[in-house]
């Protein structure tokens, strides 16, 4: 099948900048996501970029897309301790509204 | 804004009982699906419904049905509850081709 992986856990001190990395393997994919899920809660959107896009930036959050190498990355500026969190990445699969999450990378923010 | 809000947030069931997960949201959207979450295989797609009384089998259907006779309200049923569908499991919904929004999860444990 057609899969989206991410590295497992990451760990960053407060204040620098963390980045998070996603390989997907769906080349029709339009768009690509990314949610937050914080302890307890179901996920919510970060950000998202479309296919025909390689950066997008949005105050502390850079999304970068690698079209070629078919590579999406999260980086987020001063982390902070609230960054502590699950981060998954999502693609869309033909229909825009279906979506494959990747197994999601915990990030952990250390003082 | 989008609320989608899951029956219970935890629940303990028995080994052959019939469970019961409902989802409800207020956006009139089209689209819902139902997750499950298990740590480091991420979120897969379990059901997914794009109209009142339409469903579609996600990647892991085995073991679950779904019902949806109403638009804003979405049901997961576990038949015959077995300890392999302890898990966390999560209810999104969307309008075609725009992102998902996520209810808060309800945690199933199955003795």
């Known amino acids: 099948g057609e899969d989206v992986e991410q590295s497992l856990f990451l760990s960053v001190r407060e204040g620098d900048s963390s980045v998070i990395n996603c390989t997907y393997t769906d080349s029709s994919s339009t768009y690509l996501y990314w949610y937050k899920q914080e302890p307890g809660a179901g996920l919510q959107l970060l950000t998202y970029?479309?296919?025909?896009?390689d950066m997008k930036q949005d105050q502390r959050l850079t999304v970068l897309l690698n079209k070629k190498d078919k590579h999406l990355s999260l980086r987020i500026a001063d982390t902070q301790t609230g960054d502590s969190a699950i981060y998954f990445c999502a693609d869309t699969r033909g229909t825009a509204s279906k979506l494959t999450f990747g197994t999601g990378t915990r990030l952990q923010v250390t003082l | 804004d989008v609320k989608v809000t899951q029956s219970s947030r935890y629940l303990v069931k028995r080994t052959g009982e019939k469970v019961f997960l409902e989802c409800v949201q207020d956006m009139d959207h089209e689209n819902m699906f139902w997750y499950r979450q298990d740590p480091g295989l991420g979120l897969r797609l379990i059901y997914f419904s794009y109209d009142v009384k339409m469903k579609e089998k996600g990647d892991i259907p085995e073991g679950y049905s779904v019902s949806r006779e109403k638009k804003e309200r979405f049901s997961l049923i576990l038949e015959s509850a077995s300890t392999n569908q302890t898990s966390m499991y999560l209810c999104?919904?969307?309008?075609?081709?725009?992102?998902?929004?996520f209810g808060p999860g309800t945690r199933l444990t199955v003795t």
């Open positions: 970029i479309f296919s025909n896009m």
């Open positions: 999104a919904s969307s309008f075609t081709g725009y992102e998902q929004y």
